[in-house]
């Protein structure tokens, strides 16, 4: 279950990173996050930004709303998504991965 939790400028999004990947990809879930593939080697921030360049292009956002909260050095990684809903990034994450499910999280 992908965790989506609310935050005062929008919600925060679970991400699971796998850099150095094939290709750029939202690949599904992983320990209750979303899991993104992105060719970019874990090497001083390239990979957080290919991170953020794919979830821009995954949710049709601009790369202003995207922004890393946690995780700079780890896989697992929290993203605020600037002016969306937990429950709006929530649907569309069904639309696009039907067969994931999501968790819009109240504080």
Same mark, same amino acid.
């Given at each position: 279950m992908i965790q989506i939790s609310d935050h =005062? #400028? &929008?919600? $925060? +999004?679970?991400?699971? %990173?796998? @850099? &150095? %990947?094939?290709?750029? %990809?939202?690949? &599904? #879930?992983q =320990? &209750? %996050? +979303?899991? $993104? !593939?992105?060719? !970019? @080697? @874990?090497d001083q921030g390239r990979a957080n930004k290919a991170l953020v360049l794919v979830l821009c292009e995954y949710l049709g956002l601009k790369k202003a709303q995207v922004e890393l909260l946690s995780g700079a050095s780890s896989r697992s990684k929290k993203f605020l998504l600037r002016g969306l809903r937990s429950e709006t990034v929530a649907t569309q994450l069904l639309k696009l991965l039907p067969n994931e499910k999501t968790s819009a999280e109240k504080p």
């Open positions: =005062a #400028e &929008g919600c $925060v +999004l679970a991400v699971r %990173a796998q @850099p &150095g %990947a094939r290709r750029n %990809a939202v690949v &599904g #879930e =320990a &209750g %996050a +979303l899991k $993104v !593939a992105v060719t !970019a @080697p @874990p």
